[in-house]
């Protein structure tokens, strides 16, 4: 056999320009196809057909109550609707979520509906994966009764709806009344009381500021804070204004509190771990906190819950909490069926349920009106208060770099907390981190 | 011997007449030809071809498909968006202009490495020299060594994030004995990646004392006899007899513990995201944060394409140390 026609250096030569081949024909393809935009009947309502569809809506309601209330309700709606069958994909948290439909976008296979962030939706939504739904909530009854604060949560900094609502929250108060016998009203009763909790072992306040990869629950209520005293930390075009006075004033309040033993910094949910084990007076949490809050504190004293106290700029909130987005790859049929899902989850009945459930709030006024609703809100008073907030409460502006730019201030808050900065530099840090990473974005 | 008389006939026309007339290179000249048969035979390549093609698939063509991305602004959501921006992310890398700066995640990445390379050859050749005994003891001290090792990294990372609460761990337990006041571990930047290259530590010098008891297995007991025989203390039996015979798995142990350090992931995801801010985002977990929170996909793989460099020379390194194992001196 001739050496020549088969040598070894040949076929290193061939398999490595296969190699190349392959990949610089994967970048072409990339570069050239991806994701197409979304289609003329995604700009319009898909007539309603009847014609047997699957959708998938991939979420994050995997433990608990919440997988159970959302597994019930399916299953109700593939009972009302036979001709559609609803494939729930549920991920283990919004991290993973958020990397699974990323990854099935990437791939162009995503799924028909997901929970989403508003971030990630002005992510996707400039990528063209997911559909407006302009021409959809003008069909809806339901829409004209969620509260205004949904209602421009479903917005993008476009001006056009692209999302729809489903599992919303604010923050709230959950203290100890053994500790604490009455909720603190405003911000400095707050730290007077948790001062004065702060003896035996005890630290009032245990909270997570979350890291650079993203801010947690401390960072929220810092954020909270902050707009308590007049200064909210984004500007609602997402550019950061950290170094304002009602900011470093916020970062103060917890620095002081630091200082008298009453703060702590921890991970895992601190604030749940310190409250449920007798070591914290306060957790500073959503209201869908409630029911694991419950679990940890297990009946060993009475828990209260109560609105966030005031500041001297009147009660802030944040809206938390997922929406869900339609993606353009779905077909027509999966539309029409997917709508029809989304309207059917925030329904007053079903919506109810959900709200008895979990401890999320509900997105429309009817719902206030449903039996399981008033017999909820009738054993848990804090409901109609935290409610009543969803008229104002706002999320942080749906911005790609908001997310980042969040981490930073976590940063700031770990370092003045931890006394390795001053309040002020600290901040002033992180305003140039966060306007560098909204320029990279922009 | 017929292999001899074998070789004599398998000499290809073209080796040159000195190989024939030496009366002891007739192995040598054996099997470059035997080899070459195989190299030439599209037999051969047909067994080879189902592995080549896996790892022409999985991993030499994304490695390509790195350098490609790391030349665009990258939208893995929509490829259509593309933009080509040629050496931009590699500019970005040398001036910092992305946070955390590049040059900062490789000081961090040095420090881990560097940490653990010392940390654990430090730790483990002592470790290796007292368990080489071979009582039923130190044969299960050895397994008890070595099973931090075998435990998944991703179980014991939330254990160690336990115990090194600041609030209810064990870590300021025992502190509080001595009368040391608590410590925010994984939350204090001067803390979190001690707290860190504590847990690799206890995770990964089981492996490595395997390799150095590996390596005193095949130690010449004639010299250290002679030695104590010359009347050397066990210190200067050590260092004069034991370490200089150790030098090749040294070189080896440095060498796959830098290359696991640089690519050193899971612990970092599990126990601090890399905060706080950025103090242990190492380059392997800057990788991850920039491509999959950051959304900086092509930047991300400008550090991917950086991070194979290095490992690539830390390989070469490796290569030539396990040669010198191989025929040591």
Same mark, same amino acid.
């Given at each position: 056999?001739?050496?020549?026609?088969?040598?070894?250096?040949?076929? @290193?030569?061939?398999?490595?320009?296969?190699?190349? $081949?392959?990949?610089?024909?994967?970048?072409?393809?990339?570069?050239?196809?991806?994701?197409?935009?979304?289609?003329?009947?995604?700009?319009?309502?898909?007539?309603?057909?009847?014609?047997?569809?699957?959708?998938?809506? @991939?979420?994050?309601?995997?433990?608990?109550?919440?997988?159970?209330?959302?597994?019930?309700?399916?299953?109700?709606?593939?009972?009302?609707?036979?001709?559609?069958?609803?494939?729930?994909?549920?991920?283990?948290?919004?991290?993973?979520?958020?990397?699974?439909?990323?990854?099935?976008?990437?791939?162009?296979?995503?799924?028909?509906?997901?929970?989403?962030?508003?971030?990630?939706?002005?992510?996707?939504?400039?990528?063209?994966?997911?559909?407006?739904?302009?021409?959809?909530?003008?069909?809806?009854?339901?829409?004209? !009764?969620?509260?205004?604060?949904?209602?421009?949560?479903?917005?993008?900094?476009?001006?056009?709806?692209?999302?729809?609502?489903?599992?919303?929250?604010?923050?709230?108060?959950?203290?100890?009344?053994?500790?604490?016998?009455?909720?603190?009203?405003?911000?400095?009763?707050?730290?007077?009381?948790?001062?004065?909790?702060?003896?035996?072992?005890? /630290?009032?306040?245990?909270?997570?500021?979350?890291?650079?990869?993203?801010?947690?629950?401390?960072?929220?209520?810092?954020?909270?804070?902050?707009?308590?005293?007049?200064?909210?930390?984004?500007?609602?075009?997402?550019?950061?204004?950290?170094?304002?006075? &009602?900011?470093?004033?916020?970062?103060?309040?917890?620095?002081?509190?630091?200082?008298?033993?009453?703060?702590?910094?921890?991970?895992?949910?601190?604030?749940?771990?310190?409250?449920? &084990?007798?070591?914290?007076?306060?957790?500073?949490?959503?209201?869908?906190?409630?029911?694991?809050?419950?679990?940890?504190?297990?009946?060993?004293?009475?828990?209260?819950?109560?609105?966030?106290?005031?500041?001297?700029?009147?009660?802030?909130?944040?809206?938390?909490?997922?929406?869900?987005?339609?993606?353009?790859?779905?077909?027509?049929?999966?539309?029409?069926?997917?709508?029809?899902? @989304?309207?059917?989850?925030?329904?007053?009945?079903?919506?109810?349920?959900?709200?008895?459930?979990?401890?999320?709030?509900?997105?429309?006024?009817?719902?206030?009106?449903?039996?399981?609703?008033?017999?909820?809100?009738?054993?848990?008073?804090?409901?109609?208060?935290?409610?009543?907030?969803?008229?104002?409460?706002?999320?942080?502006?749906?911005?790609?770099?908001?997310?980042?730019?969040?981490?930073?201030?976590?940063?700031?808050?770990?370092?003045?907390?931890?006394?390795?900065?001053?309040?002020?530099?600290?901040?002033?840090?992180?305003?140039?981190?966060?306007?560098?990473?909204?320029?990279?974005?922009? | 011997?017929?292999?001899?008389?074998?070789?004599?006939?398998?000499?290809?026309?073209?080796?040159?007449?000195?190989?024939?007339?030496?009366?002891?290179?007739?192995?040598?000249?054996?099997?470059?030809?035997?080899?070459?048969?195989?190299?030439?035979?599209?037999?051969?390549?047909?067994?080879?071809?189902?592995?080549?093609?896996?790892?022409?698939?999985?991993?030499?063509?994304?490695?390509?498909?790195?350098?490609?991305?790391?030349?665009?602004?990258?939208?893995?959501?929509?490829?259509?968006?593309?933009?080509?921006?040629?050496?931009?992310?590699?500019?970005?890398?040398?001036?910092?202009?992305?946070?955390?700066?590049?040059?900062?995640?490789?000081?961090?990445?040095?420090?881990?490495?560097?940490? $653990?390379?010392?940390? &654990?050859?430090?730790?483990?050749?002592?470790?290796?020299?007292?368990?080489?005994?071979?009582?039923? /003891?130190?044969?299960?001290?050895?397994?008890?060594?070595?099973?931090?090792?075998?435990?998944?990294?991703?179980?014991?990372?939330?254990?160690?994030?336990?115990?090194?609460?600041?609030?209810?761990?064990?870590?300021?337990?025992?502190?509080?004995?001595?009368?040391?006041? !608590?410590?925010?571990?994984?939350?204090?930047?001067?803390?979190? $990646?001690?707290?860190?290259?504590?847990?690799?530590?206890?995770?990964?010098?089981?492996?490595?004392?395997?390799?150095?008891?590996?390596?005193?297995?095949?130690?010449?007991?004639?010299?250290?006899?002679?030695?104590?025989?010359?009347?050397?203390?066990?210190?200067?039996?050590?260092?004069?007899?034991?370490?200089?015979?150790?030098?090749?798995?040294?070189?080896?142990?440095?060498?796959?513990?830098?290359?696991?350090?640089?690519?050193?992931?899971?612990?970092?995801?599990? $126990?601090?995201?890399?905060?706080?801010?950025?103090?242990?985002?190492?380059?392997?977990?800057?990788?991850?944060?920039?491509?999959?929170?950051?959304?900086?996909?092509?930047?991300?793989?400008?550090?991917?394409?950086?991070?194979?460099?290095?490992?690539?020379?830390?390989?070469?390194?490796?290569?030539?140390?396990?040669?010198?194992?191989?025929?040591?001196?």
């Amino acid at each position: 056999m001739s050496q020549h026609a088969f040598s070894r250096r040949n076929f @290193m030569h061939a398999a490595a320009a296969t190699s190349v $081949m392959a990949a610089a024909a994967a970048a072409l393809t990339a570069c050239g196809g991806g994701s197409s935009a979304a289609s003329t009947s995604s700009q319009s309502v898909p007539a309603d057909s009847n014609e047997p569809a699957t959708i998938v809506f @991939m979420e994050a309601m995997s433990s608990g109550a919440q997988k159970e209330a959302l597994a019930k309700m399916t299953a109700d709606f593939m009972a009302k609707y036979p001709n559609i069958k609803v494939d729930l994909q549920e991920q283990p948290d919004y991290g993973t979520l958020q990397t699974k439909i990323n990854a099935q976008a990437a791939a162009g296979t995503p799924p028909t509906i997901a929970q989403v962030y508003g971030n990630w939706a002005d992510e996707f939504a400039k990528s063209e994966v997911i559909v407006p739904l302009d021409a959809y909530v003008a069909k809806s009854d339901d829409y004209k !009764n969620f509260y205004d604060g949904i209602k421009a949560d479903l917005k993008l900094s476009d001006g056009k709806t692209w999302m729809w609502p489903f599992n919303k929250s604010v923050v709230v108060q959950y203290y100890n009344s053994t500790m604490v016998p009455e909720a603190p009203k405003t911000w400095d009763d707050f730290a007077a009381a948790a001062k004065k909790a702060s003896t035996n072992g005890v /630290v009032a306040l245990a909270i997570d500021p979350g890291s650079s990869s993203g801010p947690a629950g401390g960072t929220a209520m810092f954020e909270i804070l902050a707009q308590a005293n007049g200064d909210a930390v984004f500007a609602d075009d997402g550019t950061p204004q950290f170094t304002k006075d &009602g900011v470093v004033k916020a970062l103060d309040y917890l620095v002081d509190l630091k200082k008298a033993g009453a703060l702590v910094l921890g991970t895992k949910y601190p604030g749940q771990v310190a409250l449920g &084990g007798g070591t914290g007076a306060f957790d500073i949490s959503s209201v869908a906190s409630y029911p694991f809050n419950l679990k940890a504190v297990g009946g060993k004293f009475t828990m209260g819950v109560a609105g966030l106290p005031s500041g001297p700029k009147g009660t802030a909130n944040q809206l938390a909490g997922t929406n869900i987005a339609l993606f353009a790859k779905a077909t027509d049929a999966e539309k029409a069926a997917a709508w029809k899902y @989304m309207q059917f989850l925030t329904s007053p009945e079903q919506m109810a349920y959900w709200v008895s459930m979990t401890g999320y709030l509900p997105v429309s006024k009817t719902t206030l009106d449903v039996q399981t609703f008033k017999d909820y809100a009738a054993k848990n008073a804090f409901v109609l208060e935290a409610t009543k907030q969803l008229d104002n409460a706002k999320s942080l502006p749906s911005k790609s770099w908001v997310n980042q730019a969040s981490g930073s201030l976590a940063q700031a808050l770990t370092d003045a907390v931890n006394g390795t900065s001053s309040s002020k530099d600290a901040l002033s840090k992180a305003q140039d981190a966060a306007t560098k990473a909204m320029k990279a974005a922009s | 011997m017929a292999s001899t008389s074998a070789a004599h006939t398998a000499v290809p026309a073209s080796q040159p007449p000195a190989a024939h007339k030496s009366p002891v290179p007739m192995r040598p000249a054996f099997k470059p030809s035997r080899r070459k048969t195989a190299l030439t035979s599209p037999v051969a390549y047909l067994f080879v071809f189902p592995a080549l093609a896996i790892f022409t698939v999985f991993t030499i063509g994304p490695t390509i498909y790195t350098f490609v991305i790391s030349a665009f602004k990258w939208n893995w959501l929509n490829t259509s968006q593309n933009k080509f921006i040629g050496l931009k992310n590699y500019q970005d890398l040398v001036t910092g202009a992305i946070d955390p700066p590049f040059w900062s995640t490789l000081g961090t990445s040095a420090y881990f490495v560097v940490a $653990m390379v010392v940390g &654990g050859t430090v730790i483990s050749l002592p470790l290796a020299l007292l368990l080489q005994q071979a009582s039923r /003891v130190f044969v299960a001290a050895r397994a008890a060594v070595f099973l931090a090792h075998v435990t998944p990294l991703v179980a014991t990372s939330i254990v160690w994030v336990w115990i090194f609460n600041p609030r209810y761990g064990l870590a300021n337990l025992v502190l509080s004995w001595f009368g040391i006041g !608590n410590i925010d571990w994984l939350g204090n930047s001067q803390f979190a $990646m001690p707290a860190i290259i504590i847990y690799s530590l206890w995770h990964e010098i089981g492996f490595i004392t395997v390799i150095f008891l590996g390596g005193l297995a095949t130690l010449s007991g004639e010299l250290s006899e002679a030695a104590k025989l010359d009347g050397c203390n066990a210190w200067q039996e050590f260092w004069h007899v034991t370490f200089p015979q150790l030098r090749p798995f040294i070189l080896f142990v440095v060498v796959i513990s830098s290359v696991s350090s640089l690519q050193a992931f899971t612990q970092f995801f599990m $126990m601090t995201s890399g905060g706080p801010g950025f103090d242990t985002a190492t380059l392997g977990f800057q990788l991850y944060q920039q491509a999959f929170v950051f959304r900086k996909t092509g930047y991300a793989a400008a550090l991917a394409v950086v991070l194979f460099g290095i490992t690539v020379a830390l390989s070469i390194v490796q290569l030539r140390s396990t040669r010198s194992i191989d025929t040591p001196s």
